[in-house]
């Protein structure tokens, strides 16, 4: 038996099947590229499911973690720490970015469906009950997150779930229109929905759904947990659109591997949750602080924002150029990207991707995603895209 065979049939006996069979026994990992119990290498594009912004041990966050963990790692929220200022200082500020000196609080939690059951409840705290949001979303598998997700198969096992949430078509301005009335608390949204395939709302469908908010007092929700933190080239996905949201929820890119959630609230929304409403014992501690803190300081410090805009035009243009009949189009922004199919082959393009040295993922039947670590180079993406007609053949 292989390593991998002996690790998947130990997993398999003591770990919960919610997941299905694991694909691979991962070990040890090194910039873009990881390897597995054989020893097999692959490039990987798909970074943890868009965690891994800096890829697998980049030097700054081996150094700042390891200094962090030798100095102060969890204190409670009974205290605070310089590291949980200033990175919840300079979320409020980038969340701010269209309108400068609006106020802006955070609240630090460790995953993206935390931040999300913490947007959940601060809606609950305007005296309206009802939710607007959007078929094809994914917000996360906590009981609050996925009464806001809209794949049937995620929510319905676990019914009944907090009442008032309702779904519309996403990107369908005529729609949020309809829902949205003067009991709505909020409309939650992705500006681009990742797990179900890298659907991109536009701009001006961002700017329609702030201004029917607007109109109703009703707070705008936008979940950045996979777009945000240069994802998309952009510190947020929405910041082109010109607007402000409300309510921010972050997760997965900003702590680069060290598990962190932020819900960032703007204006009056800020100070909804009021003292004992809410909480976490490790939410924001140094350690998870310093991971965002570090993460933010890299994107910045090695001009990671117009590298992944690059980056990402050069995948999307070098892909269309295969012209492949299998390829109908690239969806997506900077490192976040799908590649819609032709015909549903998605996961066995996936499964010949992992046997050619390639992490990816499949999200839908048509579909490919690519969300490769932010420091990804053209020469590693172009690996990718020569061997892609043969992955998609067979
Ligand atoms: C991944 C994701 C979540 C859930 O985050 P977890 O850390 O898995 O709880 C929520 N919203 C979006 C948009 C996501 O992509």
New binding site residues.
């Given amino acids: 038996m292989t390593d991998t065979a002996a690790w998947l049939q130990r997993y398999d006996a003591a770990y919960m099947p919610n997941f299905g069979p694991p694909k691979r026994v991962l070990v040890r990992g090194q910039g873009c590229r990881v390897w597995d119990a054989d020893g097999r290498e692959y490039l990987d594009l798909l970074a943890g ?2 965690v891994n912004s800096l890829g697998h041990a980049h030097p700054a966050m081996v150094a700042a973690i390891s200094e962090q963990i030798a100095t102060l790692g969890h204190i409670s929220n009974l205290y605070t720490s310089p590291w949980q200022v200033e990175l919840s200082e300079r979320l409020d500020a980038l969340v701010t970015t269209n309108a400068p000196g609006t106020e802006a609080r955070v609240f630090l939690c460790n ?6 059951d913490t947007g959940f409840k601060l809606t609950r705290r305007t005296g309206r009950t009802k939710i607007v949001a959007m078929e094809g979303s ?5 009981v609050g ?1 996925v009464s806001l997700t809209a794949k049937a198969a995620y929510r319905e096992p676990f019914e009944p779930l907090p009442a008032g949430v309702v779904f519309v078509p996403y990107g369908d301005v005529a729609a949020l229109e309809a829902a949205v009335d003067d009991d709505t608390a909020a409309v939650v949204l ?1 500006p681009i929905q ?2 179900s395939g890298v659907i991109v709302g536009s701009d001006d469908y961002l700017r329609a759904a702030r201004r029917i908010t607007t109109e109703h007092g009703a707070l705008l929700w936008v ?5 945000g933190i240069a994802r998309t080239g952009e510190w947020l996905a929405y910041l082109p659109s010109g607007i402000t949201p409300d309510v921010v ?1 972050l ?2 890119g900003l702590g680069a591997g060290i598990p962190i ?1 932020a819900c960032i609230a703007t204006g009056p929304a800020a100070v909804l949750l009021g003292p004992g409403s809410h909480g976490s014992t490790f939410g924001g501690n140094p350690l998870a602080s310093r991971a965002g803190l570090t993460v933010l300081d890299v994107i910045e410090a090695d001009g990671l924002l117009a590298h992944v805009r690059e980056v990402g035009d050069h995948l999307a243009d070098a892909v269309m150029a295969l012209g492949h009949p299998e390829i109908v189009e690239v969806t997506g922004r900077g490192l976040l990207r799908g590649i819609v199919l032709a015909h549903d082959i998605a996961a066995a393009a996936n499964d010949r991707a992992m046997e050619a040295g390639f992490l990816i993922n499949a999200p839908r039947p048509d579909r490919l995603r690519i969300a490769p670590p932010l420091i990804i180079t053209t020469a590693e993406i172009d690996t990718f895209v020569s061997a892609l007609p043969s992955l998609l053949e067979g």
């Fill in positions: 499911i868009a995953s993206g469906s935390e931040a999300n994914f917000h996360g598998r906590t997150a992705e990742g797990e979940d950045e947990v996979q777009t929820t997760a997965k959630g």
